[in-house]
């Protein structure tokens, strides 16, 4: 049956309508977009010179700090690290899933039936990531060969290939993260109120004893630690860094702030303690959306939270800190962190 003349003139008409109402209602869209502020959007970001920026989400981010902490503890290079956060984004886009293929869990998807151990040991994420780093080491020549096969060595994946669209953010990250790239990581989270009932306590021996005081929200990836007091904060931060790096000094100090010898670390392959303070404050900043970590400072150098999407990496002197923050950031010897 052929369609009448009017019939095809309405149905022209109906879609130059359609059309038009297309374009005014992306035109409203992007008006609000224009007009409403964006919110801190969650995300870490590393920008290098020479090979622009790439992003993980906050909680990716967390993660990526994690491999970076415990190969500093075992000495690793940040060969190493860029290895396990390509493997583990291909694995479980580097979220601790406690499901996959077949039996495969966790971080790096490891099975049980394989031997890498039970599913509670591998859904903790420390755990995996030194099972991870255990068969790695004994790859030989792992650190000359292609990402691709540095971690299908490890991982014996029916995908071999697919490790390799990972490499770029890996490398970025691990950079950042070994404190070879300083500056360069920074994430925007949303603020974190504390509880003003405690104001003026940080300084006490709360935080300083490592235990997290009754009351205090529990810390997660999935989000900072909102309404804690300020000592309760610093004892999560404080926890964080001895889960992460094993062994480390740390001490809340004043104005109530933690003051982290980043110099106590394995010296790795490159000993300069201006490198492990910026691999400590990099830490710091790509694990505040668990921790509720506030401001970093190293190095001369300070990340304010509370920036939300303009925070970045700032000479102290910009940051319009309060007179004891900015003292024990600007005054601090090579090799200290501040986190607050």
């Not at 998807?109 to 591998?122: E, L, N």
């Not at 940080?202 to 929200?217: F, M």
């Not at 610093?234 to 889960?243: E, F, G, S, Y």
């Not at 062994?247 to 004043?254: K, T």
């Amino acid at each position: 049956m052929r369609t009448s003349r009017r019939a095809r003139g309405c149905a022209g008409g109906a879609v130059l309508v359609l059309a038009a109402l297309a374009v005014a209602i992306t035109g409203v869209v992007l008006a609000l977009n224009a007009l409403v502020p964006r919110s801190a959007s969650g995300t870490c970001l590393v920008a290098l010179p020479d090979a622009g920026s790439v992003r993980l989400d906050a909680d990716q981010a967390d993660n990526a700090a994690l491999f970076a902490a415990v190969a500093a503890h075992r000495e690793l290079p940040a060969r190493a690290v860029t290895i396990a956060i390509a493997t583990a984004l291909q694995e479980s886009k580097m979220r601790n899933i406690d499901y996959g293929d077949r039996d495969s869990v966790g971080l790096f998807q490891q099975r049980p039936s394989q031997g890498w151990g039970t599913v509670a040991q591998i859904m903790d994420p420390v755990y995996s990531t030194n099972a991870f780093y255990d068969v790695l080491v004994t790859v030989q020549g792992w650190e000359g060969q292609e990402i691709t096969d540095a971690a299908q060595r490890v991982q014996r994946s029916a995908f071999p290939n697919a490790y390799a669209q990972h490499e770029s953010r890996g490398r970025a990250f691990a950079s950042a993260l070994s404190g070879y790239s300083t500056g360069a990581l920074t994430c925007h989270l949303d603020p974190v109120s504390d509880d003003a009932s405690a104001a003026g306590g940080g300084a006490s021996g709360g935080a300083a004893s490592g235990a997290v005081p009754a009351g205090a929200a529990a810390a997660s990836s999935a989000g900072p630690i909102a309404g804690a007091t300020p000592p309760a904060r610093l004892a999560v931060i404080q926890q964080r860094l001895d889960r992460d790096f094993v062994q480390i000094g740390a001490a809340v100090v004043p104005p109530g702030v933690l003051q982290v010898d980043a110099a106590s670390l394995p010296a790795g392959l490159d000993p300069e303690p201006q490198r492990r303070a910026w691999a400590v404050a990099q830490w710091a900043v790509a694990t505040a959306s668990a921790t509720g970590a506030r401001v970093v400072g190293a190095d001369g150098q300070v990340w304010v939270r509370d920036d939300g999407d303009d925070a970045a990496w700032l000479p102290v002197e910009r940051a319009g800190l309060p007179a004891g923050l900015h003292d024990a950031i600007a005054g601090a010897a090579p090799g200290i962190v501040i986190i607050g």
